[in-house]
């Protein structure tokens, strides 16, 4: 039996276990990781990403992580020249509500004490000090957030949105990447200090002086023997879990995209990422309504619908095409490597997002033939934050690591993530949020009631 030794065993390649093996040999120097994938990296979850990234979380630690991964993100861009096609013209969130002093008591709150320095209001048609998103440039691009409750002026900054909106928070550290360029930029430059790759499925892990993974590959089974392992296995981390008799407390749902070329050039190219806030009845027509409602498989899409529902711009300023998604599966399902997709999801996130941008409406029932429809895997906890640290009680002791339950957010989040488990890993010293983003956290009764009440930012 073909054997392979290793002081770090990565499971999984997507952006989360490429970004840990690049964090441990860039800041560490731990170049001894081998990183095991069943199939071509970046291929599974990583490739159905929004591929977009913010630093707005209604909680300090959240905040304090993205900001930190969004700083490493952007030392990539220097680094490459901007190979991640990184973009800055932030997160708009719209409500046709004129009170949103619950929407603003969070930001105050995930700002926390840079809170007056970072909040903007705008309640003119001037708009006296906003800074209008013409420019991707995230060098230039402003921070903290714009609350726009001028309707005169929404209409200047978003000429797309419906009349009706009353008011905007302009999220503005925020914006899309190219998922796929940082993972192979990290890639690149894990093999190029050393760094190897396995192709094959773990199906045991035993523990033994270390471990011993079986590894079974096309050329039969392999065994690897490693000091430390990493769990990056996304949406199949607790069975990876399980390997080792550790229960992780996760759970996945089943999330889809759509994205289309603009041929009718509906949508602004400067449009940021915008985000309908609101609960909403989709937009059928009678008929559909009554034919819908008769039908007890597709009644519910007659019901009042979750908000949250979020369209942008794709390839750039120069780009035709647009992405729109629509995160309201709450349903827990086992994971599978081939997901299938809902064959009127494509209809309902374009009617459900229409009601933002009407414009949109041109496509009803005549979506371009070039439109993809995709999905994936939403890997979360019951609070919708990430699981970084220690896998089990004795985890650090006993060398297994997890990067887990990056939910909608693995993209954005993958550069802190990955640096705080190499952190763990290496023993090194860690940020004050390190213990609440591991099972640490199930301990503090204080923030499990925090989190209880807080929004889960699903998107």
């Keep these: 039996m073909t054997q392979h030794s290793a002081e770090v065993a990565i499971i999984g390649a997507g952006v989360a276990g490429i970004a840990t093996a690049y964090y441990l040999a860039e800041h560490h120097n ?37 900001n930190h991964s969004i700083d490493l993100m952007e030392k990539i861009a220097r680094a490459s020249d901007n190979r991640l096609h990184m973009n800055r013209r932030g997160y708009a969130l719209a409500t046709r509500r004129t009170q949103v002093d619950d929407l603003i008591d969070q930001v105050r709150y995930g700002y926390d004490n840079k809170r007056d320095d970072l909040i903007r209001f705008h309640s003119s048609a001037e708009g006296s000090g906003y ?3 013409e420019k991707p440039d995230w060098e230039i691009a402003p921070d903290g957030v714009d609350v726009i409750q001028n309707q005169e002026l929404i209409r200047k900054a978003f000429p797309s949105f419906s009349g009706d909106i009353q008011t905007v928070l302009h999220i503005r550290r925020g914006g899309d990447i190219s998922g796929q360029q940082m993972g192979m930029y990290m890639l690149e430059n894990y093999r190029s200090k050393g760094g190897r790759r396995l192709t094959g499925m773990v199906r045991q ?51 889809q995209k759509i994205a289309f070329e603009d041929v009718e050039r509906v949508i602004p190219r400067e449009l940021p990422f915008s985000i309908d806030l609101d609960e909403q009845l989709i937009d059928w027509s009678d008929d559909e309504k009554e034919w ?42 086992d994971a599978t490597w081939e997901p299938q997709l809902n ?39 019951e ?12 985890g650090a002791q006993k060398g297994a690591f997890m990067i887990t339950a ?10 802190a993530s990955a640096d705080l488990v190499a952190k763990w890993v290496a023993d090194d010293l860690k940020p004050k949020y390190a213990n609440d983003f591991s099972l640490h956290r199930y301990q503090n009764t204080t923030l499990l009631a925090e989190l209880k009440e807080a929004s889960k930012g699903v998107l």
Excluded at 406 to 415: H, P, Q
Aim: include cysteine; proline fraction near 7%; charged fraction near 15%.
């Design 343 to 381: 064959d009127q999801f494509p209809e309902i996130v374009l009617r459900g997002a229409a009601r933002l941008n009407p414009s949109l409406k041109a496509y009803y029932g005549k979506l371009p033939r070039n439109m993809t429809h995709y999905g994936g895997w939403y890997t979360m906890t």
């Design 205 to 255: 892990i035993n523990q033994q002086d270390g471990y011993v993974l079986e590894v079974e590959t096309s050329e039969g089974l392999v065994q690897v023997k490693t000091e430390k392992i990493v769990n990056a296995a996304g949406p199949f981390a607790a069975k990876v879990a399980e390997m080792i008799g550790e229960a992780l407390p996760v759970y996945n749902t089943f999330q």
């Design 30 to 66: 731990i170049t001894n990781v081998l990183l095991i994938e069943q199939g071509q990296p970046m291929a599974f979850t990583s490739a159905q990403s929004g591929e977009n990234y913010r630093n707005w979380w209604p909680h300090p630690s959240m905040v304090d992580f993205t």
């Design 292 to 333: 819908l409602a008769s039908d007890g498989e597709y009644k519910w899409l007659t019901e009042q619908m979750p908000g949250a529902i979020h369209c942008r711009p794709d390839g750039g300023d120069n780009g035709t095409w647009l992405k729109l998604g629509w995160a309201f599966n709450e349903t827990p399902q």
């Design 131 to 133: 800074q209008f998103a």
């Design 383 to 394: 609070e919708n934050w990430p699981l970084i640290g220690p896998m089990g009680k004795n």
């Design 406 to 415: 990056l939910s909608g957010f693995g993209t954005m989040a993958a550069c």
